[in-house]
């Protein structure tokens, strides 16, 4: 069974610039997830999708940060404008149903200079 | 509001020894809670997810616990060897399988 795939692996932007990151959950997973991780922490959920539909953004930074998931299936996270603060890791997950495992991609490193 | 600690931050054991790792959290309403693995530069691999009607679990060298009236688990890692070494972190399920992370505890087994 394939994982959750992430791209890019690695991402270098100037402060102001913008920034999309890409996920593709594992196939039949209606749940999916943006974490955030800075180094050292533990992942903060940044926003949680079932199906095409917001389940919970309470932590997204509205002002500067936008996620979709069109058709229920991939999903793009975008910064605009990026802060220096937004320096982290964005793991994408993904899950079957609400008391299933958990299943992250990878993650895309993002360092704003 | 959900906050889970792990203590300790940093363990460094001896390979073959026997090691346990906490993890609390300040509600015990939780659907589930989860522990997790993390390599340097990595994601996160799920390792035990405990259901909160259940008191352990066990994969391989791993056995987790889970008492949700005191708010805790413990992951206990048996004979640990060195490709053990990894962040450990606990997950627990607030509901609609939202998680909230502890910030993990950093695990080196020496040779």
């Known amino acids: 069974e394939a994982g959750v795939a992430q791209s890019p692996r690695y991402k270098i932007i100037e402060k102001r610039q913008s920034v999309a990151f890409w996920c593709n959950p594992i196939s039949g997973h209606a749940t999916l997830y943006w974490y955030q991780q800075i180094l050292g922490q533990g992942p903060k959920l940044l926003i949680q999708f079932q199906n095409n539909g917001v389940v919970d953004d309470s932590q997204l930074p509205k002002d500067r940060f936008s996620a979709e998931r069109l058709k229920g299936v991939d999903s793009t996270l975008k910064i605009q404008p990026a802060k220096l603060e937004d320096s982290a890791v964005y793991l994408c997950a993904s899950s079957l149903g609400v008391a299933d495992v958990t299943f992250f991609g990878q993650g895309t490193r993002l360092t704003v200079v | 509001k959900q906050e889970v600690t792990q203590i300790p931050a940093a363990l460094s054991v001896p390979e073959g020894e026997n090691l346990v790792l906490n993890c609390s959290f300040t509600?015990?309403?939780?659907?589930?809670l989860q522990w997790f693995r993390q390599d340097p530069g990595k994601g996160l691999t799920s390792l035990l997810l405990?259901?909160?009607?259940?008191r352990e679990q066990t994969s391989g060298r791993l056995n987790a616990s889970l008492d949700k009236s005191s708010g805790r688990s413990t992951l206990y890692i048996a004979a640990s060897q060195p490709g053990d070494s990894a962040t450990y972190l606990c997950?627990?399920?607030?509901?609609?399988?939202?998680?909230?992370f502890g910030t993990g505890t950093r695990l080196l087994v020496s040779p």
């Open positions: 509600d015990s309403a939780i659907y589930n």
């Open positions: 405990i259901q909160s009607s259940q």
């Open positions: 997950a627990v399920n607030t509901g609609f399988q939202k998680l909230v």
